[in-house]
């Protein structure tokens, strides 16, 4: 083995060319025996994504040598990488074990907890950190994030503060008081945090999305096309503040909402924006536009993996069921298919492949809920009791009324009066999110509960939270089963995750949905029109119809009359839809979801 090889790929990766550092690597990785040069071949296949090879590499560099703490985080890294969350945690835990003086390791401890949402812990490794070093300010940036998600927004502004004291040249602080204040709805500081990154960091991509979300949340219309603009002036191929233009002009019913897309694809086609192009398309049932999007693909890319996603959804929005299942059989990409093979199956009447796609799906992700949606449906298509327990309705959903939070009915029906004008005022939208599930309605933009200044939105959250809070302490003692997912997804907090409010008129609708981020979804209906009674279900809440065909068809299996003034929680998972009804009279609703802290700021 060449000593001077060795020395050319350790120079070339300290050159940051990774592409030399990793074929000289190739070439000599088997015979590398010196600990510094397993070291800088880790390192570079691990920032080349080659993550198998770099764990091997280090496999035998941590037989040569003593632990030690950077090599177990180098550990948490690659592992964090390959997304084996667990073992980084433990990785970067052992870490902090060896070296409990290092703030870095607990900072990097905190990150994963963090982002996997052990908000608790994650707060508690940054307490070790900062008690080392006082002034670290990644980690008050991120204590900040922790507080935010436990929606301890003095305290977090302190912290984001703080760090600005420490480093008031550094972007992310700045960037992140600003996502707090357009969380909290303070639109003015908003704009003055995130234009103060963006002056630090021009090139902030995320401080421009923020921005346009900021205009959006507040109502801004002249502020939001004026942050569109700039924002894809900046970077006109940014797919998060394309498809964030897209939905506002959607919702705002511009004349071509999808001008952005159509833009950015003649100049700068990508598979990712091919996908979120065409899903918007057929979203709209735009197939023929779709179609002729497909092909275009087609011509330049063939048919790759984005090219036979994108054929499936078309398939899927046309019915053509057998058409799936051939594509499928021939595709290489096929064990990345498994949700459109499952949802096939299910049309063809094939219930028993269903389940085992679907039960492969949820175990592969047990937390995923519309994998267990998946799930559910598979095993009421099949008789299986095992879905009477997913869909014990007695047990799972509750029932309640809001007025038992007041101390009349007079003063109730005085603060429903006033809760009803101040939604009514801020749905602002003309249509609803096309990716959403209301149709021939609106829905308020943004996190309600969080950005609201209205004490009646404060009050309606206390009383939300009043009420819920003890029906989601007795779960566990239901009966259940330590193994319902209910039971085992239980969030550690549970906190309203996100919040909102839809207003429907004459023949608005939900589609069936579940809530993917939820643990347990809601309604509260603030109004409630004279024509939705007793006569019929029209207008009602009803749950277990899955919004995908099935041979035998499924009809709903429980219905929930709303009256005004009355909160229903349900399990995040199960389908629910509600159904248009015909009369006058708006159908007026708060919902929201709890589950895992809100991870926004």
């Not at 350790?10 to 397993?38: C, M, N, R, W, Y």
């Not at 919702?251 to 899903?279: C, M, V």
């Not at 799936?324 to 219930?351: E, Q």
């Not at 550690?492 to 004459?506: L, V």
């Amino acid at each position: 083995m060449s000593s001077k090889t060795i020395n050319h790929a350790t120079e070339a990766f300290k050159q940051g060319d990774l592409k030399q550092a990793t074929a000289l690597f190739d070439k000599i990785q088997k015979k590398l025996t010196q600990p510094q040069h397993l070291h800088a071949c880790t390192l570079a296949y691990l920032q080349s994504g080659r993550h198998n090879d770099a764990q091997k590499v280090l496999k035998k560099l941590m037989a040569k040598v003593k632990t030690n703490p950077q090599l177990l985080s180098l550990s948490g890294d690659i592992n964090k990488a390959k997304a084996d969350i667990s073992a980084a945690i433990d990785d970067y835990r052992r870490a902090t074990e060896l070296a409990p003086q290092v703030p870095e390791l607990h900072y990097n401890l905190a990150l994963i907890l963090f982002q996997v949402s052990k908000i608790s812990a994650a707060k508690a490794a940054l307490d070790k950190a900062l008690k080392i070093r006082p002034n670290y300010p990644k980690a008050l940036v991120l204590l900040g994030r922790c507080l935010a998600s436990m929606e301890q927004f003095e305290r977090a502004e302190q912290a984001f503060n703080k760090a600005i004291k420490i480093e008031p040249n550094s972007y992310l602080p700045h960037y992140r008081l600003g996502r707090l204040h357009a969380h909290k709805g303070n639109s003015d500081k908003a704009s003055g945090s995130l234009d103060r990154s963006l002056q630090i960091n021009k090139q902030l991509a995320p401080a421009r999305e923020a921005l346009i979300l900021n205009g959006i949340y507040s109502g801004n219309h002249e502020s939001t096309i004026n942050q569109i603009n700039t924002a894809l002036k900046m970077a006109p191929h940014d797919e998060s503040i394309i498809a964030i233009a897209t939905d506002w002009s959607i919702e705002n019913g511009q004349d071509d909402p999808y001008i952005y897309y159509d833009k950015a694809w003649r100049n700068h086609p990508t598979a990712s924006l091919f996908q979120d192009f065409i899903t918007g398309l057929i979203s709209s049932s735009d197939i023929n536009r779709a179609e002729k999007l497909l092909s275009e693909y087609e011509t330049t890319q063939g048919k790759d993996f984005a090219w036979e996603s994108a054929k499936l959804k078309v398939f899927e929005k046309q019915g053509n069921y057998d058409g799936i299942i051939s594509l499928i059989k021939s595709s290489p990409h096929r064990s990345k298919h498994l949700r459109y093979s499952c949802l096939a199956n299910f049309a063809l009447g094939h219930y028993g492949n269903s389940y085992e796609i679907a039960e492969k799906l949820h175990r592969s992700q047990p937390a995923n809920q519309y994998y267990l949606a998946l799930l559910a449906t598979a095993l009421r298509c099949l008789g299986d009791p095992e879905y009477e327990r997913l869909a014990d309705y007695n047990k799972l959903v509750f029932r309640a009324n809001l007025e038992t939070q007041f101390e009349n009915y007079s003063q109730f029906t005085d603060f429903r009066k006033d809760l009803i004008e101040h939604l009514n005022e801020i749905h602002i939208t003309r249509h609803a999110p096309l990716n959403q599930s209301v149709r021939g309605g609106t829905q308020t933009p943004g996190n309600l509960f969080a950005q609201s200044k209205s004490p009646l939105i404060h009050t309606l959250k206390q009383s939300l939270a009043d009420i819920s809070e003890p029906f989601f302490e007795s779960l566990n003692s239901t009966g259940l089963g330590e193994n319902h997912p209910i039971i085992t997804e239980y969030p550690d907090t549970p906190y309203f995750h996100a919040s909102w409010s839809i207003r429907t008129a004459e023949g608005g609708f939900h589609k069936s949905h579940i809530h993917s981020k939820g643990w347990y979804s809601s309604a509260c209906y603030i109004d409630i029109p004279d024509v939705i009674g007793d006569q019929s279900d029209a207008g009602y809440l009803v749950l277990g119809k899955p919004p995908f065909k099935t041979k035998d068809e499924l009809h709903p299996d429980y219905s929930i009359k709303p009256e005004a003034g009355s909160l229903v929680l349900f399990p995040s998972y199960i389908w629910h839809a509600t159904l248009p009804y015909q009369g006058e009279g708006n159908r007026l609703v708060v919902a929201f979801d709890v589950g895992a802290p809100n991870l926004f700021v």
